[in-house]
T-cell receptor, first 111, second 113 residues
Framework: GQNIDQPTEMTATEGAIVQINCTYQ??????LFWYQQHAGEAPTFLSY????GLEEKGRFSSFLSRSKGYSYLLLKELQMKDSASYLC????????????FGKGTHLIIQP | NAGVMQNPRHLVRRRGQEARLRCSPM?????VYWYRQLPEEGLKFMVY????????ESGMPKERFSAEFPKEGPSILRIQQVVRGDSAAYFC???????????FGDGTRLSIL
């Protein structure tokens, strides 16, 4: 089966750093993806990891440990516009390329 | 705009009618995916297509739902005899090859009266 877990909601302060964790149990693995989704809008691609380690992309970084079935998204220098849902998704690969998504983490940024 | 284009943005149907949702992938992308998002729920994979072929339809309901991606024109998700439970946001995504990041369209919000 496929199971992806992430916290339902998190709160952080403008200018600070926040880490959003994601654990997964899937039948196959061909990459882990992070998306941002504002209410009523399309998911926007942020980052992805195929190999273990840290991928940095401006204010956003994503980490993967395949042996632990674990990833996190790190957001630095938080801005009010970062208030959104953050979606963790896994590609199972092997010809089944549809992403399995977690329910998303609703991030609230406070002044 | 070279992004994934979906239309219509909003679609209202009465129970028993048919709904047709269209998706044009990004230029250069030949892989198309359809997802459904219910209120307060995560995105659920429905179907994965390449030109003229359904690659994986493991997330599609067995009845009333179908999808195609013809040689010419957009991908179509078709829902026959709609019911209230079909009300949701339907997102299309595309990628250049398998395993690459998928880029999403703005979605079609389907409302069933």
């Amino acid at each position: 089966g496929q199971n992806i877990d992430q916290p339902t909601e998190m709160t952080a302060t403008e200018g600070a750093i926040v880490q959003i964790n994601c654990t997964y149990q899937t039948s196959g693995f061909n990459g882990l993806f992070w998306y941002q989704q504002h209410a009523g809008e399309a998911p926007t691609f942020l980052s992805y990891n195929v190999l273990d380690g840290l991928e940095e992309k401006g204010r956003f970084s994503s980490f993967l440990s395949r042996s632990k079935g674990y990833s996190y998204l790190l957001l630095k220098e938080l801005q009010m516009k970062d208030s959104a849902s953050y979606l963790c998704a896994v590609s199972p690969g092997g010809g089944a390329d549809g992403l399995t998504f977690g329910k998303g983490t609703h991030l609230i940024i406070q002044p | 705009n070279a992004g994934v284009m979906q239309n219509p943005r909003h679609l209202v149907r009465r129970r028993g009618q048919e709904a047709r949702l269209r998706c044009s992938p990004m230029k250069g992308h030949s892989h198309v995916y359809w997802y459904r998002q219910l209120p307060e729920e995560g995105l659920k994979f429905m179907v994965y297509l390449q030109k003229e072929n359904i690659i994986d339809e493991s997330g599609m309901p067995k009845e009333r739902f179908s999808a195609e991606f013809p040689k010419e024109g957009p991908s179509i998700l078709r829902i026959q005899q709609v019911v209230r439970g079909d009300s949701a946001a339907y997102f299309c995504a595309s990628s250049p090859t398998e395993g690459q990041p998928q880029h999403f369209g703005d979605g079609t919000r389907l409302s069933i009266l």
